[in-house]
Structure formats: C-alpha cells, structure tokens
C-alpha cells in the first residue's frame, strides 16, 4: 500500500484541482532513473489509468501506479512539509537501501 498524508493530498489537490478525470483527481507515481541516488519518484497529473495499474484511494485523491513500479513503492509514504527552506513532497520508503540528502531520490 502507499499512503499519502493528509498535508500532501491537500496541497496536490491545491496544485491540480482539476485532473480532468471524471471520478475525481488522480496523481500517478513512479520511479525513472536520475537523482543523485539512483532512482527518483515522479508525481503527475493524470486522467485515468492503464490497464494493469494499481489504484490506492486516499481521501479524494487516487493514486495510480504501474505494477513495474510498485515493488519499489509498495509501503511509501508521501508527505508535504510547507517551508521556505526544504519545503516540499517528501518521500519515506522502507524499500530503498540508501537515499539522497533531500529525499527526492533513493537507490536500492
């Protein structure tokens, strides 16, 4: 399962009121290579999901994500912390052998 924050759902939903989706907003979460670990998390606006995808209901936000991606993913925790210095979506995964120092990538 991955769980986002009430603090995270309400600022996507602040950033992207309208996904165009007609059951509600949807965010898909990945991981491509880059980052300074290896391996980054990537958050986009999206208005369905494909066929195979796994969809985690959270409070008026779905979470989609790609069955490649998910054993990388399965218990993450996203969060948003608002500040000026150091704000933004945070990531807490029990699956990632190392992170970077800002926690926006992660390496296995």
């Given at each position: 399962?991955?769980?986002?924050?009430?603090?995270?759902?309400?600022?996507?939903?602040?950033?992207?009121?309208?996904?165009?989706?007609?059951?509600?907003?949807?965010?898909?979460?990945?991981?491509?290579?880059?980052?300074?670990?290896?391996?980054?998390?990537?958050?986009?606006?999206?208005?369905?999901?494909?066929?195979?995808?796994?969809?985690?209901?959270?409070?008026?936000?779905?979470?989609?994500?790609?069955?490649?991606?998910?054993?990388?993913?399965?218990?993450?925790?996203?969060?948003?912390v608002d500040?000026?210095?150091?704000?933004?979506?945070?990531?807490?995964?029990?699956?990632?052998?190392?992170?970077?120092?800002?926690?926006?990538?992660?390496?296995e």
């Amino acid at each position: 399962m991955i769980t986002f924050t009430p603090a995270a759902i309400a600022q996507w939903l602040l950033e992207h009121p309208d996904s165009g989706c007609p059951t509600g907003p949807m965010v898909r979460l990945s991981v491509v290579a880059g980052g300074c670990a290896g391996l980054k998390y990537v958050l986009e606006p999206v208005s369905g999901s494909a066929e195979g995808d796994e969809v985690f209901a959270h409070e008026g936000l779905a979470v989609v994500c790609a069955p490649d991606d998910l054993a990388r993913l399965t218990g993450l925790r996203v969060d948003y912390v608002d500040a000026m210095v150091g704000g933004g979506y945070r990531f807490e995964n029990p699956n990632a052998g190392r992170s970077c120092g800002c926690g926006a990538s992660f390496g296995e």
